[in-house]
């Protein structure tokens, strides 16, 4: 396994990643209790140099309540084989780091509505108005 791909251009190196490797209680059968299919990632990422302080502190507020010390540990035991494990735990850490240093969304700009759409909606009410009002005995 080599570095996880954040997304292009930002990568984490493999020597920032820690494995750890343990029996998985999933799928297996006989083997479940001889592999160690299990796979535990986990990146530092208060001592990483791979992002700038500002998305740092943008992945640390985000990510706040995952991180243990600055350290994120994605768990993956979905899979019966290391190999599988291995790949799902690189693909949820690059996704949670993904979204943890995405820029936040544009604010939204209140615009006021055109003067077709209001009296269409006008327009559109008076004609229900009247489609209820005939279905109105005379009686009333």
Same mark, same amino acid.
Request: zero cysteines; charged letters at 30%; glycine letters at 8%.
């Given at each position: &396994?080599?570095?996880?791909?954040? %997304?292009?251009?930002?990568?984490? $190196?493999?020597?920032? +990643?820690? *494995?750890?490797?343990?029996?998985?209680?999933? $799928?297996?059968?006989?083997?479940?209790?001889?592999?160690?299919?299990? #796979? !535990?990632?986990? *990146?530092?990422? +208060?001592?990483?140099?791979? +992002?700038?302080?500002? +998305?740092?502190?943008?992945?640390?507020? %985000?990510?706040?309540?995952?991180?243990?010390?600055?350290?994120?540990?994605?768990? @993956?035991?979905?899979?019966?084989?290391?190999?599988?494990?291995? !790949?799902?735990?690189?693909?949820?850490? @690059? &996704?949670? #780091?993904?979204?943890?240093? @995405?820029? $936040? $969304?544009?604010? %939204? %700009?209140?615009?006021?509505?055109?003067?077709?759409?209001?009296?269409?909606?006008?327009?559109?009410?008076?004609?229900? @108005?009247?489609?209820?009002?005939?279905?109105?005995?005379?009686?009333?």
């Amino acid at each position: &396994m080599a570095e996880v791909v954040i %997304r292009p251009g930002l990568a984490i $190196p493999e020597a920032e +990643l820690n *494995w750890r490797f343990s029996r998985s209680s999933g $799928p297996g059968g006989q083997g479940v209790n001889t592999t160690d299919s299990r #796979v !535990e990632l986990s *990146w530092n990422l +208060l001592a990483s140099s791979l +992002l700038s302080p500002a +998305l740092k502190e943008r992945a640390v507020e %985000r990510l706040g309540s995952r991180l243990i010390d600055g350290v994120i540990t994605i768990t @993956a035991s979905e899979h019966r084989s290391q190999l599988r494990n291995r !790949e799902a735990a690189e693909a949820r850490l @690059a &996704m949670r #780091v993904g979204e943890a240093i @995405a820029a $936040p $969304p544009r604010q %939204r %700009r209140a615009t006021k509505p055109t003067r077709g759409s209001v009296e269409r909606r006008i327009g559109e009410k008076k004609r229900r @108005a009247q489609i209820k009002r005939n279905r109105r005995s005379d009686e009333d």
